[in-house]
């Protein structure tokens, strides 16, 4: 697939039926995605559509890619999938205060900015940086290799997922022990 040209995307050029976004996109133009994450190996495929709704511009279609993240747990490195739905509405005039909600065909004026919003100052969308901020968005904070990750023994530095190395463990300060201790000594 080729490189997905565009990068900034002037909304008044976008045509009446729409604009096909269809290639890929390479992990040197994502270097604030590549900066958060272990490591990001390969090119991210895109198959989007920019289309004009109502006073929006909404921005929709498939990702495939994905990120190398390192586990807090065991140090281990894992893939994560980026999310393959995008949904994203691009405000051409962020100062207004009211907007008609795109999926009220113009019938309802809502007052807040949805989540998924993003701005476009002077009328140009930043394809790729609205991308990688919502990539972004979608790494966990905690990221965990698997549900039962084990994580490194505390004493010999052991990743317990690979071998049983049989160190007592420290016992966390507990604070219903500290209480049970409590009414021992009364
Ligand atoms: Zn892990
Ligand atoms: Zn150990």
């Not at 993240?69 to 051409?92: A, H, M, N």
């Not at 993003?118 to 990539?135: F, K, N, R, T």
């Amino acid at each position: 697939m080729r490189e997905l040209r565009e990068s900034i995307i002037r909304l008044d050029q976008v045509p009446a039926e729409g604009l096909g976004l269809k290639g890929v996109i390479a992990p040197a133009r994502l270097e604030r995605l590549a900066a958060a994450v272990a490591s990001l190996d390969r090119p991210v495929e895109v198959d989007l559509r920019l289309q004009r709704e109502s006073d929006v511009y909404l921005l929709t279609g498939s990702v495939h890619g994905s990120v190398t993240l390192e586990c807090e747990y065991c140090r281990g490195t894992f893939e994560q999938p980026l999310p393959q739905r995008l949904f994203l509405s691009v405000d051409p005039n962020p100062e207004r205060a009211l907007y008609r909600d795109p999926s009220q065909k113009g019938e309802v004026w809502v007052m807040e900015h949805a989540d998924e919003q993003v701005e476009a100052p002077e009328g140009e969308l930043d394809l790729i940086g609205a991308l990688e901020d919502e990539w972004l968005l979608a790494i966990p904070h905690s990221p965990r290799c698997a549900e039962g990750c084990k994580g490194l023994c505390p004493v010999c530095g052991t990743n317990r997922n690979e071998a049983e190395c049989g160190c007592a463990q420290p016992r966390r300060e507990n604070p219903f022990d500290i209480l049970a201790q409590l009414k021992k000594d009364e």
